[in-house]
C-alpha cells in the first residue's frame, strides 16, 4: 500500500474511469445521472491506521478500527478525489455507499468535508437493520433503492468486489486496489 506499485494502479483504475467518463458516457442531462462512489480506502485513506496494526496482518479490531474513523483523520485519497470533482463538475449526482455504520455519520460526513469531499447527493451508512446483512447484499439494496428512484447508475468505485456484486448493477465498476483486507 506504500509502494510506487499501489499508486500505479490506482492511478490506472481512476484513469479508465476518467476514459470512460469522457468517452462513452451520454447523460441524459435530467438530474438523474448518478454515480457511487465507496468511502474507505476509495475515498478516505485508512493506511495511518493499518500502518499501525501490521498493514492487515492482525486480525481487525472493529473497535479501534471505529475510534480510528471517529478520529476524522484519514487523508484524501488525491487520485480518487480530483475524479470525484471531475464527476461532480458534469452534474452527476454523486452518492457514497459505505459499509461504515449510521452512529459514524457525524464523524464520515466531517472527515469528508475536511479533505475536500463535498456536494454529494446521498450518503448510505448500515442502519441497525442492515448491520448484520452481507456487505454486498446490502450494497445491492442501496443501489435498487437508488434505481427504484429513477437514477440511472454510469458508475462505481470501490475497493471490494462487495461493493459490486449483486443487482442493479452500474454500467461500469472500476475496482481500486487493496491488499490490507477483503470485505465480504
Known amino acids: 500500500m506504500t509502494s510506487s506499485q499501489y ?3 490506482s492511478e490506472r483504475a481512476i484513469e479508465e474511469s476518467a476514459l470512460y467518463l469522457s ?22 485513506s485508512n493506511l495511518p491506521y493499518f500502518k499501525k496494526h501490521n498493514f492487515g496482518g492482525e486480525k481487525l479490531n472493529a473497535t479501534t478500527f471505529e475510534g480510528w474513523m471517529r478520529e476524522r483523520k484519514a487523508p484524501a485519497l488525491e487520485h480518487t478525489l480530483n475524479l470525484y470533482h471531475e464527476i461532480r463538475g458534469k452534474g452527476l449526482k454523486v452518492f457514497l455507499i459505505s459499509s461504515r455504520k449510521e452512529p459514524l455519520r457525524d464523524a464520515t460526513v466531517d472527515n469528508l468535508i475536511k479533505v475536500g469531499y463535498h456536494g454529494w447527493k446521498g450518503l448510505i451508512l448500515r442502519d441497525l437493520e442492515a448491520e448484520y446483512k452481507e456487505v454486498q447484499s446490502y450494497k445491492a439494496k442501496a443501489r435498487k433503492q437508488l434505481v427504484d428512484e429513477g437514477y440511472r447508475i454510469w458508475g462505481i468505485i470501490g475497493d471490494q468486489w462487495s461493493s459490486f456484486d449483486g443487482f442493479p448493477a452500474a454500467k461500469r465498476s472500476f475496482k481500486l486496489p487493496n491488499s490490507m483486507y477483503y470485505v465480504s
Open 7 to 9: 499508486k500505479a494502479d
Open 23 to 44: 468517452s462513452f458516457c451520454t447523460f441524459v442531462g435530467d438530474g438523474k445521472d448518478a454515480w457511487i462512489f465507496d468511502v474507505d480506502d476509495t475515498l478516505l
